[in-house]
């Protein structure tokens, strides 16, 4: 017998919604039934929507079904790796679900991978079969020349986006030429290629569908501080469970609208947009990146209810110059995560649209959400609570002794959607684990602390930490400081040398337009040292246009990390 959660643990439940149980049992079946339901019961209902045209649950079960077949006749077998590789289109759900139907797995890459990154992603699952766009094909193929020839890839289906719209699209202007240029069928060395139509017009048969809740559906992967990417080994039921929590969580029905802009290569797109849209029978409106005009566009035009994002989207969206022209009104659930809301910007959410950002966090090995905050009850630039079925705690890193709330640790998770391990790494998967009050707990990695009502707050990653003169020093803690002043758009804290104090703080910022030319280095120097306590305050500040973001709109403070240390080793001329 399991011992009782702690009541700090509990504490979260005086705020639950009372309209939802604390946890849930999720369907006993694949992820691919869940299509199969949805085309059964509203087959004409339009599942997806790009520019304007539209894709019914019927057709996108049929298009799943050609290219699982055509999957089968190029040798992809029981559990075998197949690689997804494009940016959203109705193409990347068509082909993540024909995999699953083909009974392998999905492996899905970044599409801003470039070839040196990219031959890990065929070697290390050990792909032999890849789906990718047309514009992308030029990059895993210079990849798979680099593989060792036993093994490369064996087969590629390419996919124009242009084929999944229609003849009056209206697209930004700066991706016309993207998303309509026609390429040249690649050729694949010892191997053979397939068009996106003519693999759809397979007429083969299908073998019986045989995955269950405990075969694995996806390996997605994730970067650590140190090595290559590690794969997460997600079966059906953990992607299963947080795709019907996410429906209950946020209200969805098959009346639902989403706009789906976070890539879906990414596990909160691939859960919270694409598995949880496809359970519910709703509409997705798809993004093939982000653009605040397309944004405003689409969610007015298509009367979007539902729109999980990254915090910045927001904010770009807000600081539009057209934004009075786009149509907000239908929205009745936003929320996301990956960074914090500024509270002035939910403030402004919850003034002029009646609005209240719903922060959620979660990792690419929880399946996205292993905490929310409740849609009624949120508290700003907080985590949230433990999400259904969800034990999280917050201990010591070092004893592993739970800590009294208000005192920072790591937080660990427990629950049924934490993934099985790292794909042929169980000394990480073993690292990665602990047990605690008898239950297998994950450790994230990231430190934050719960309050006495049981909500969770981010302190920062446990690597991330800027050591000066022995004093502590989060970056996230001075990023949410330097987001108040009136100049700064954007801030990253990362760590500089320093002779004296080992380690120094300094900011990359990106300023307002309204502020450049008009606002020093100085000036932020100074307004730090009047705002925060000294030993936290930046002793450099180095402006930038703008911050690298990830391909999930997340700041990128690890390659300006690595960028500052090797300015630093550099000789001096």
């Known amino acids: 017998m399991q011992a009782a959660p702690s009541a700090p643990a509990r504490a979260h439940h005086r705020v639950w919604p009372r309209r939802l149980p604390h946890a849930l049992q999720p369907p ?50 029981d559990g075998d790796r197949v690689i997804v590789f494009m940016q959203n289109c109705p193409q990347w759900i068509v082909a993540y679900y024909a995999v699953l139907r083909a009974n392998a797995v999905v492996v899905p890459v970044n599409p801003m991978n470039k070839a040196d990154e990219l031959g890990h992603y065929i070697t290390d699952p050990d792909a032999r079969v ?29 996919a124009h986006y242009g084929d999944a719209m229609g003849p009056a699209a209206e697209v930004p202007p700066g991706w016309q030429a993207w998303l309509g240029s026609r390429h040249e069928r690649p050729v694949l060395p010892g191997g053979s290629v397939a068009d996106w139509a003519e693999a759809l017009a397979c007429t083969a048969p299908l073998p019986a569908h045989n995955r269950g809740p405990d075969d694995l559906a996806v390996l997605p992967y994730t970067s650590g501080t140190t090595g290559l990417p590690k794969g997460c080994m997600h079966p059906h039921r953990t992607l299963m469970h947080n795709a019907v929590a996410a429906n209950l969580w946020g209200t969805t029905s098959p009346e639902t609208v989403s706009l789906v802009v976070v890539p879906l290569f990414h596990i909160t797109g691939m859960v919270a947009g694409m598995h949880a849209g496809i359970y519910s029978s709703s509409t997705m409106v798809l993004m093939p990146r982000w653009d605040r005009e397309l944004a405003g ?20 969206l807000l600081a539009s110059p057209r934004f009075d022209q786009y ?28 609005l209240r950002f719903v922060e959620g966090y979660g990792l690419t090995e929880t399946a996205a959400p292993s905490h929310n905050n409740p849609p009624d009850h949120p508290k700003q630039q907080c985590l949230g609570i433990p999400f259904m079925s969800c034990d999280a705690r917050v201990v010591d890193p070092d004893t592993l002794q739970e800590m009294p709330p208000g005192e920072a640790g790591e937080i660990i998770i427990h629950g049924p959607m934490v993934f099985d391990g790292y794909w042929k790494r169980p000394d990480a998967t073993a690292a990665a684990f602990i047990t605690f ?43 949410a400081l330097m987001f108040k002043h009136p100049a700064i758009a954007e801030a990253c804290v990362i760590a500089t040398q320093d002779a004296y104090r080992g380690e120094s703080v300094k900011a990359v910022v990106v300023l307002r337009a309204d502020a450049r030319g008009r606002t020093s280095e100085q000036d932020i120097l100074d307004w730090c040292r009047e705002h925060m306590a000294v030993y936290k305050a930046p002793r450099e500040v180095q402006f930038v246009d703008a911050l690298p973001k990830s391909g999930s709109g997340k700041v990128m403070w690890r390659w300006l990390q690595e960028q500052e240390a090797a300015r630093a080793a550099a000789p001096i001329a």
């Not at 085309?39 to 209902?45: E, G, N, Q, S, V």
């Open 437 to 479: 009050e008898g239950k297998r707990f994950f450790r994230s990695g990231d430190l934050g602390r719960v309050d006495e009502d049981g909500y969770f707050f981010i302190t920062d990653r446990l690597k991330r930490m800027i050591n000066a003169s022995g004093f502590k020093v989060w970056p996230a803690e001075v990023e």
């Open 327 to 354: 149509d907000l009104s239908s929205l009745v659930y936003i929320g996301g995560g990956g960074a914090a809301m500024p509270q002035a910007v939910a403030q402004r959410l919850l003034e002029q649209f009646g």
């Open 28 to 77: 006993a079946t694949s992820l691919w039934h869940n299509l199969v339901v949805s085309a059964l019961r509203y087959p004409h209902k339009p599942a997806l929507v790009f520019f304007d045209r539209q894709t019914t649950y019927a057709e996108l079960l049929a298009q799943a079904e050609r290219l699982a077949a055509h999957l089968r006749t190029q040798g992809v077998q």
């Open 130 to 158: 890849a789906i990718c766009a047309a514009d992308l094909a030029g990059e895993l193929l210079k990849a798979n020349d680099g593989v060792p020839e036993g093994a490369r890839l064996r087969h590629l289906v390419v």
């Open 297 to 316: 566009q689409l969610i007015s035009r298509w009367r979007v209810t539902n729109w999980t994002n990254i915090p910045t989207m927001v904010i770009d």
